[in-house]
């Protein structure tokens, strides 16, 4: 029996036998939901509040760089097409 006729022989033994049935899920839930809720620190909330900050920033700016880049890419498309001949 060579290597080959080995492995299918282990393969098809292992397509035979069945999974075992486990559920974990009632356990893990009653870990995640056991105990009382822990109050915030005071430097966990000063962190919630900059990245509240933050994000509040972050997308009027995003949004403000967007309509510049479309707004400024039109005129440097049109020179780059004028000058094209050069390059080729």
Do not use: C
Not at 35 to 62: D, F, I, K, Y
């Amino acid at each position: 029996m060579n290597w080959e006729e080995k492995i299918e022989h282990l393969a098809a033994r292992a397509r035979a036998e069945a999974a075992p049935h486990v559920d974990v899920a009632q356990n893990v839930l009653h870990l995640l939901t056991a105990g009382p809720t822990q109050p915030l620190t005071a430097a966990e909330r000063l962190w919630m509040w900059l990245a509240a900050g933050a994000s509040a920033v972050a997308v009027p700016a995003a949004t403000f760089a967007i309509l510049l880049y479309t707004r400024s890419a039109s005129p440097l498309n049109e020179i780059v097409e004028a000058i094209s001949w050069a390059v080729q």
